[in-house]
Every structure is written in structure tokens, then in C-alpha cells.
């Protein structure tokens, strides 16, 4: 009798493992919420920036300010990360991106097909992240090994773009914003997955990786689309 109850123990714990889906516990399932929540807004705000941005046709700020404006608000970002100044700074950097993404967005509009190329870029931008997110939330599988090889990667891709900017290398532009395609449906991959698996606890936080994945990821597609359209 006892042989038979460890072979069922056995049985449903192995059962258990092959279940397809992951189940959230409630302190994940509202980080998750206060995620999207934020990053809905984000959304929103950077988006009417760069509509206003656009349909004025202000110049962008150029290399120099936009890093210093983005690298200075994120580091007061994690400072205030766990107070409600957070929430306000997120809005802040998700509008002045939003701010320096209207006159690239300008430009793109601007060329034979231009709108198509910018409603492409969106649709493939929302396709990714709605199908990694939704895979990252349900698999079992942990994708906690991705962080390390994503911090070296995107380090890479950053100053290999600095490069192609600075010395206008076309080719070299163009396999940054390749890398940076793969590297940031990566980065949605792990960061959803952390949150659901209880790594990540701070939405403020979460909501700030994803917002800059899926705005290098758009700008990335952006490049790629834009350059297959004029070929």
C-alpha cells in the first residue's frame, strides 16, 4: 500500500511538471497589472508627445542631450523607484522620448510609402510583444540565464551604434538596429518572465525596461523597413 501511494505521489508530481502553463501567485499577478497599467500610460504620453512633436515639426535634440536627458532620468528613476516621484519621472522620460521619436517618425512619413513603413513598424512592434509577453507569462520555462548575455548585448549594440553615428556608417547602422531587434524581444522575454516568477518586484522598474524595449524595438524596425523601402 505504501509502495503504491509513493508511485501516485511520483505520478502527480511528474504530472505536474509537464503542465503547460505557470501558475501566478497574487503578489506577481499585481506587479504584472501595475505594469501594464503604467506602461499603458507611458504609452499614451510618449505617443502624444510625438505626435506633437511631429505635426509641428520640431527639430529632435540630437545625440548629445537625448542621452543626457535619457541616462539622467533613469538614474533619478531608480532613486525614487519606490515612491510615488517614481510614477512622475516614468511619465517624464516616456514623454521626452516620445519628444525625440516625432521628427524620426517625421522623416519616415516623409518618404515614398512612408506611412505604410510606420504602421509596419508599429504592427510588428505590437505582434512581438504581445506574442513574447504572453508566452513569458504562461511557459514554465525560466529565462533567468537570458540577463547576462542581454547586459553584454545591448552594451555591445550601444556603442557599435555610438560608432555608426559618429563616423555615418550606413552598414554597420543597420546590423545595430538588427541587434537590437533580437535583443529587445529578449528583453520583453525576460522581463515579463522575472515578474511572473516573483524576480522582479518593482513595477516602476519593470515598466521602464519594457517601455524602452518596445521603443528601441520600434525605432529598430523603423531603420530596417525605412532602408528595404528606398532599395
Known amino acids: 500500500m505504501d509502495s503504491n501511494d509513493t508511485r501516485y505521489r511520483r505520478q502527480d508530481a511528474l504530472v505536474l511538471d509537464r503542465a503547460p502553463g505557470l501558475e501566478i501567485d497574487d503578489a506577481a499577478r499585481r506587479v504584472l497589472r501595475n505594469t501594464y497599467l503604467l506602461l499603458a500610460l507611458s504609452l499614451a504620453v510618449s505617443a502624444a508627445a510625438a505626435g506633437a512633436s511631429a505635426a509641428?515639426?520640431?527639430?529632435?535634440?540630437?545625440?548629445?542631450?537625448?542621452?543626457?536627458?535619457?541616462?539622467?532620468?533613469?538614474?533619478?528613476?531608480?532613486?525614487?523607484?519606490?515612491?510615488a516621484a517614481g510614477i512622475g519621472l516614468v511619465l517624464l522620460l516616456t514623454g521626452f522620448m516620445g519628444y525625440t521619436l516625432g521628427p524620426i517618425i517625421g522623416y519616415y512619413l516623409s518618404m515614398a510609402n512612408g506611412a505604410q513603413t510606420v504602421m509596419t513598424a508599429f504592427g510588428g512592434t505590437a505582434a512581438i510583444f504581445v506574442g513574447l509577453s504572453a508566452y513569458a507569462a504562461t511557459t514554465r520555462?525560466?529565462?533567468?540565464?537570458?540577463?547576462?548575455?542581454?547586459?553584454?548585448?545591448?552594451?555591445?549594440?550601444?556603442?557599435?551604434?555610438?560608432?555608426a553615428i559618429f563616423f555615418?556608417?550606413?552598414?554597420?547602422?543597420?546590423?545595430v538596429s538588427a541587434m537590437f531587434v533580437l535583443l529587445m524581444s529578449g528583453l520583453i522575454l525576460y522581463q515579463t518572465n522575472a515578474i511572473?516568477?516573483?524576480?522582479?518586484?518593482?513595477?516602476?522598474?519593470?515598466?521602464?525596461?519594457?517601455?524602452?524595449?518596445?521603443?528601441?524595438?520600434?525605432?529598430?524596425?523603423?531603420?530596417l523597413l525605412g532602408f528595404a523601402s528606398n532599395e
Open 56 to 83: 509641428l515639426a520640431l527639430p529632435h535634440p540630437g545625440i548629445v542631450i537625448t542621452l543626457v536627458g535619457f541616462f539622467g532620468l533613469l538614474f533619478a528613476i531608480e532613486r525614487f523607484k519606490n515612491r
Open 141 to 163: 520555462r525560466n529565462f533567468g540565464f537570458m540577463g547576462s548575455f542581454l547586459f553584454v548585448g545591448i552594451l555591445v549594440a550601444f556603442l557599435a551604434g555610438l560608432g
Open 168 to 175: 555615418e556608417m550606413p552598414a554597420l547602422s543597420l546590423a
Open 196 to 223: 511572473v516568477r516573483g524576480g522582479e518586484t518593482n513595477y516602476v522598474t519593470a515598466t521602464v525596461t519594457l517601455f524602452v524595449s518596445l521603443f528601441n524595438l520600434f525605432t529598430s524596425l523603423l531603420h
